[in-house]
Nanobody
Framework: QVQLVESGGGLVQAGGSLRLSCAAS????????MGWFRQPPGKEREFVAG????????YYAESVKGRFTISRDNAKNTVYLQMSSLKPEDTAVYSC?????????????????WGQGTQVTVSS
């Protein structure tokens, strides 16, 4: 089992940047494919970005491609989401999740462990 704790959310103006962190504890972090998801107000949870166990592979939702970067530091048991050129429509609760899959997956049901989420609010 793994426990996930996100941090780094907050209020930022449109065009600004934020870096989210997700610290993991428990089983070997490097054995998990990691993903970031978000849930905007009144909407379904959606995939944002995923990263392979080694960190060499990444995959992004079209809506964030070129603006967000996912990375991980297996020595620190942490995955990051660097968000730039933020837009009001990026406002959501952002959650990290861990999957035991060998490939990056985009559906929430494939992820076994979830953090509690962190709020990101982008003002116009």
């Amino acid at each position: 089992q793994v426990q996930l704790v996100e941090s780094g959310g907050g209020l930022v103006q449109a065009g600004g940047s934020l870096r989210l962190s997700c610290a993991a504890s428990g089983r070997t972090f490097s054995s998990y494919t990691m993903g970031w998801f978000r849930q905007p107000p009144g909407k379904e949870r959606e995939f944002v970005a995923g990263i392979s166990r080694s960190g060499r592979g990444t995959y992004y939702a079209e809506s964030v491609k070129g603006r967000f970067t996912i990375s991980r530091d297996n020595a620190k048991n942490t995955v990051y989401l660097q968000m730039s050129s933020l837009k009001p429509e990026d406002t959501a609760v952002y959650s990290c999740a861990a999957a035991t899959t060998t490939v990056i997956v985009t559906t929430p049901e494939r992820y076994e462990y979830w953090g509690q989420g962190t709020q990101v609010t982008v003002s116009s």
